[in-house]
């Protein structure tokens, strides 16, 4: 029998160690199946340019991994019983259920509202496709002078911004910030960005936490209201629901717990990878949720699975930063360098350098996911056992 590998969401990190499994399993003894609401690969960091109008390369998922082994299974989750190995699906055709002998759960996050009154009903989110397509439509219809306020100083928040101020010249941008602006950075990264910023004519209020939006307007905790035609909020994320309604052993946002190798703590037939998982890298500290940390997760999964089942040996890499790459426009852009725990040194690179480096980064990212099983060993090595958590005996390999 084969051993049954199923892979939840079909993001960076799913797409990637659905491909890594399949290059490095053979075919005839692992049935890999990817299951995700979407036909083609969404590149979420570049959903602020979506929102701006930009097209994107449709990636579909049927040209990525034609020839691969791996299975498309077009359906949303909508929940995993990890006691019986189940996981329940709809799809066109209705309700189903598919069974694992592995799971990796990839569904990843999508936007938080963080509770804040109004938010839910009147801002737009740049998390996933639906958000950008929807916030896209919306400032096509603002008139010039019209006002744009971005909540959020992080990443997200500094691309959102100074993509509508570079996209839209006529449009009054704002960003609101909880803390000072690029607080994290280094002092020449910090200098960079409001140069930037004020380049794009973009208003900032920093220390100014949301408490409240309203429909053309959003409020802050120090009394000040400020015009908003159109809210933006980009103030975190919070993990997919479904792995806190199982029986897997969770943090209080949701996260699943892991061990090094990505495994559960609770299940050891479950690998949580990129946002979905309570990683800590070094230090100790959680990493943060990105593609940065997602990516080396789906490595890291995807090799502990294979050796595993193959009797190989366990990956032992230490998933580490080496820096912060934020686009600020097509034009502008900063590299933050940082220490392996993500604390900025004093090196950056920015300007129009910058810009083509984060590019490239982007293309490079989407590459790996468009050419999954490219680049690894073409040896392909037999399951010659069960899980190791399972007990079962030794398979015949021949």
């Keep these: 029998m084969q051993h049954r590998i199923v892979v939840l969401g079909a993001g960076y990190t799913g797409a990637v160690a659905a491909g890594r499994l399949a290059k490095r399993l053979r075919r005839e003894d692992v049935a890999i199946t990817l299951v995700n609401a979407e036909p083609d ?78 938010t839910a009903e009147h801002a737009y989110e740049i998390a996933g496709r639906p958000g950008a ?77 949301v408490t409240g939006v309203e429909a053309d307007r959003v409020a802050t905790a120090d009394g000040k209201a400020i015009p908003a035609a159109v ?27 892991v061990d090094g190798t990505m495994r559960s703590v609770s299940h050891p037939d479950v690998y949580a990878i990129g946002d979905a998982a309570m990683v800590t ?48 426009g097509r034009k502008e852009g900063l590299i933050q360098y940082v220490t392996a725990d993500d604390r900025a040194l004093q090196a950056v690179l920015t300007g129009r350098l910058a810009a083509v480096y984060k590019e490239l980064i982007c293309r490079s990212a989407a590459w790996g996911v468009a050419n999954p099983t490219l680049g690894l060993p073409t040896r392909r090595r037999r399951v010659t056992r069960e899980r190791a958590a399972t007990g079962s005996a030794v398979k015949a390999s021949a």
Aim: overall charge positive; charged content about 20%.
């Design 133 to 209: 397509l929807r916030l896209r439509e919306r400032l096509t219809r603002l008139d010039a002078g019209q006002s744009v306020v971005v909540v959020g100083g992080g990443l997200t928040g500094l691309e959102a911004a100074t993509e509508i101020a570079e996209a839209r010249p006529d449009l009054d941008v704002a960003l609101a910030a909880r803390d000072g602006l690029g607080d994290w950075l280094s002092p020449k990264g910090r200098e960079h960005l409001r140069k930037v910023l004020a380049k794009l004519r973009i208003t900032v209020y920093e220390h100014a936490a």
């Design 281 to 328: 890298g070094p230090g100790d500290k959680p990493l943060r949720m990105s593609c940065a940390s997602g990516t080396p997760t789906a490595w890291q999964a995807a090799d502990a699975i294979a050796a595993r089942l193959t009797g190989g040996k366990l990956p032992n890499v230490s998933i580490r930063y080496f820096n912060q790459c934020i686009s600020l």
């Design 41 to 118: 690969f969404v590149e979420r960091v570049r959903m602020h340019q979506l929102a701006t109008g930009q097209d994107l390369k449709p990636r579909p998922f049927s040209e990525m991994f034609a020839g691969t082994g791996v299975e498309l299974r077009l359906a949303q989750v909508t929940g995993v019983d990890v006691d019986r190995k189940t996981v329940a699906v709809i799809d066109a055709n209705g309700t189903g259920q598919l069974s694992y002998d592995t799971l990796v759960y990839a569904l990843g996050s999508r936007w938080n509202a963080q509770g804040v009154p109004g």
């Design 231 to 257: 809210t933006v909020w980009t103030a975190g994320f919070a993990v997919h629901p479904i792995a806190k309604a199982t029986a897997l052993e969770v943090t209080d946002s949701g996260q699943i717990v």
